[in-house]
């Protein structure tokens, strides 16, 4: 236990020294400027409301999988909270995406940091064991939701800084794998958790390429697909809990 704990103690500390180091970061207004703004059945930016509809159906099917799987509640609850944390990120998402701004964004990204948190707290409990993941839900899911309002917090208060934001995302994905890499899992399929990772890195670098997707015929966007990506790497989460079996 003691180096588990370790594996999840390292990271934090050299993501708080980067941070520490680093000059403050406020959202760039520019990221709200999405490259396909087309209006469809009179919704603005159609196919970036319209694709929050994937987290939705992911999210109904994990929840799902979730109830149906057999294993205790210390390891079900973090589940169910990824899962109904993806529901209030299709609702929040969407809900900015009609008009993208600042306050908006808060509800969008609320959500997606305590899928994190859920995530993390879920791969602890298979690894690390039960009572440690549940032992560790509510701070993780307090830590994230509270970058989160630091950040909006700083940019009403005319010093924004949106690092911590990325920063507990970072954290979140250096543990699950260094705890993929030095702690089995107790359930068969944790490797699913690799293709998760990769998806979702995907999923970040068509939203950086948001721009110059959509200039490729002005389909779909960069950040359309970034939704699609996403959804996809949660799907893999579902797949996961429908197929492992415990070892």
Not at 3 to 10: D, E, T
Not at 21 to 29: A, G, R, S, T
Not at 122 to 147: C, Q
Request: glycine share 6%; charged share 15%; with cysteine.
């Amino acid at each position: 236990m003691s180096r588990g704990w370790a594996v999840l103690l390292l990271p934090a500390c050299a993501v708080a020294l980067a941070l520490a180091l680093l000059p403050p970061l406020p959202q760039p207004q520019d990221y709200h400027r999405f490259a396909d703004a087309r209006t469809w059945l009179g919704v603005p930016h159609f196919l970036d409301v319209a694709s929050n509809l994937a987290f939705l159906a992911v999210a109904v099917a994990g929840l799902f999988a979730v109830l149906r799987n057999v294993f205790g509640r210390a390891e079900r609850l973090p589940y169910a909270l990824f899962f109904l944390a993806l529901t209030a990120t299709a609702f929040g998402s969407a809900w900015y995406h009609l008009a993208p701004d600042d306050a908006r964004l808060f509800w969008d990204r609320l959500p997606i940091a305590m899928c994190f948190a859920a995530l993390l707290s879920a791969v602890i409990a298979e690894r690390l064991g039960p009572r440690a993941g549940l032992l560790s839900l509510a701070p993780l899911a307090a830590t994230g939701a509270g970058t989160v309002w630091y950040w909006l917090r700083s940019e009403g208060l005319g010093a924004g800084n949106v690092l911590p934001y990325f920063a507990f995302q970072l954290y979140a994905l250096l543990a699950i794998l260094l705890l993929m890499h030095f702690h089995s899992s107790r359930y068969s399929r944790g490797a699913d958790l690799y293709r998760v990772a990769m998806l979702y890195g995907a999923a970040l670098a068509a939203e950086l390429l948001d721009r110059y997707i959509f200039a490729l015929g002005e389909v779909v966007s960069g950040h359309t697909l970034k939704h699609l990506l996403v959804a996809l790497a949660a799907y893999q989460l579902v797949r996961m809990l429908r197929l492992r079996r415990r070892l």
